[in-house]
């Protein structure tokens, strides 16, 4: 499965991340740095209270804290272009396999949001550098999402295309069908 860069792009379009909203996140990175250990135990800690969650990390949190401090860190570098979203869709297509049910995914990026807004809130006290900096995380992190999402979304079109040997085509208009 390959990710399709055309919707990835009209949602990039639609959120305006703009080359200003990568010089935000560039500025943000060493100071989102200070705060990204205690932002990774935080969610790994939240994700090790739920048995459906603890159970695909048992043992292996301190790898897993690694990887997600570099995607973290991938946050802040100022580079969205399609790299960026193969990386992500990469990503994507690893919480696909190990099973990891979508609503999880967006559970957590909440977690995120909201630690990297208190990060913000603690660190500029101008209230225009609080919304300007808020502002582009909060694209970038929904851009994450997105290509998280897609992921889950082509995975199970070829699962359905692979189990009823329908062409994903027709799946797609079908889909695209509207309800009466």
Known sequence: ?????????????????SPEDADNLKILGPIMARHQAAITDYFYKSLAEHPETAALIEGRVDHLKGTHAKWFARLFDGDYGSGYIEERWRIGLAHVRIGLSPHWVEGVMNL??????????????DPNDVARYTGSLLKVLDLDLAI????????????ITEFTGMKRTLIENIIKLPRK
């Open 1 to 17: 499965m390959q990710t399709s860069q055309q919707p990835i792009q009209d949602f990039q379009a639609l959120t305006g991340l």
């Open 112 to 125: 995120i949001r909201v630690l990297g807004v208190k990060a913000i809130a603690e660190e500029f006290q």
């Open 148 to 159: 998280v999402n897609l992921s889950y979304q082509e995975d199970r079109l070829d699962r």
